[in-house]
């Protein structure tokens, strides 16, 4: 085999333990369909928003709270006073969803996600 080839495999194998990682930690969400999500909504939890200002400017789900997911880090603290209520993550299409869940789930929330993204939703 030849350096190329060992690197390639490498490289793959890499890929594949963080693509492996990633299924088993959004596993540990909450998933909801945009049904469950609004039932979920009744009882107190909160819609969080991580897609961008522009696509939330063309479509944005009612009382959802708004936090791009590359602000979440910065963010964060906007969020500690709902520390006690599930926040429903949901984005395009559910995605960078689990991403902006996993990190919240790290920091201590209790986290859902809104499975499909904004296109579950069935207004």
Known sequence: MSPD???LYALLGIMAVFYIRKQLLARSLNQYSGTEAREKMKSGS???D???AQERRSVSL????HIPLHE????M???EKHKGKEIICYCASGSRSV???IKLKKAGFTV???TGGIASWNY
């Open 77 to 79: 603290k906007e969020l």
């Open 72 to 75: 979440l880090s910065s963010r």
């Open 62 to 65: 009612p009382n959802s709270l």
């Open 99 to 101: 991403n902006a869940g």
């Open 112 to 114: 859902g996600n809104l």
């Open 5 to 7: 080839q060992i690197f």
């Open 50 to 52: 991580v897609r961008t």
């Open 46 to 48: 909160i819609l969080l």
